[in-house]
T-cell receptor
Framework: GAVVSQHPSWVICKSGTSVKIECRSL??????MFWYRQFPKQSLMLMAT?????????EQGVEKDKFLINHASLTLSTLTVTSAHPEDSSFYIC????????????FGPGTRLTVL | GQNIDQPTEMTATEGAIVQINCTYQ??????LFWYQQHAGEAPTFLSY??LDGLEEKGRFSSFLSRSKGYSYLLLKELQMKDSASYLC??????????WGAGTKLIIKP
């Protein structure tokens, strides 16, 4: 199957700093990428859907000014957690979907963010 | 609204068979996915059903009944490494995945 990478795999930062997470589709073009967050022992929670070249669509309750998403190319989307706080500590996972077929969605390995 | 239901936790014995059920209600339907997720890792794809019936893939099989809004994942010859969470997800009319909360499967020797 197709490969999606995420960088970094884990990051520890101080409260108040910003953290950028990259999501890349390595061998296919992803017109749509999804960003999920998962707290311990909880299910995946969709944060936002990003389409290449347009603004991301955020799920209810997700602050778009805090979680900045940029999908500038067909192979790269970035999530920036601005002014991170300890409650933002979580496992962030991206997934990418090819132009067709729409039923294929591939996950990155995830990024574990710890905010001190 | 859209909803996916699956049991929170199940326990089974090594070598046995276990069936994890999932019911769904979505706005439109374009298929049903099962993913496996080990603790601390991203989900990995197991199966995709869009037509009624059983799809078999090695020790894992997945079944779908569109009229009943029902699917199950069947795991045979359970191994300790199968201990994980199993996520059911339905693809709605907008091709968005609607996720269940996951079923934590505990395998005992």
């Amino acid at each position: 199957g197709a490969v999606v990478s995420q960088h970094p795999s884990w990051v520890i930062c101080k409260s108040g700093t910003s953290v950028k997470i990259e999501c890349r589709s390595l061998d296919f073009q992803a017109t749509t990428m999804f960003w999920y967050r998962q707290f311990p022992k909880q299910s995946l929670m969709l944060m936002a859907t990003s389409n290449e070249g347009s603004k991301a669509t955020y799920e209810q309750g997700v602050e778009k000014d805090k979680f900045l998403i940029n999908h500038a190319s067909l192979t790269l989307s970035t999530l920036t957690v601005t002014s991170a706080h300890p409650e933002d500590s979580s496992f962030y996972i991206c997934s990418a979907r090819e132009t067709e077929p729409y039923n294929e969605q591939f996950f990155g390995p995830g990024t574990r963010l710890t905010v001190l | 609204g859209q909803n996916i239901d699956q049991p929170t936790e199940m326990t089974a014995t090594e070598g046995a068979i276990v069936q994890i059920n999932c019911t769904y209600q979505t706005s439109g339907f374009n298929g049903l996915f099962w993913y496996q997720q080990h603790a601390g890792e991203a989900p990995t794809f197991l199966s995709y059903n869009v037509l009624d019936g059983l799809e078999e893939k090695g020790r894992f099989s997945s079944f779908l009944s569109r009229s009943k809004g029902y699917s199950y994942l069947l795991l045979k010859e359970l191994q300790m490494k199968d201990s994980a969470s199993y996520l059911c997800a339905a693809l709605d009319s907008n091709y968005q995945l609607i996720w269940g909360a996951g079923t934590k499967l505990i395998i005992k020797p």
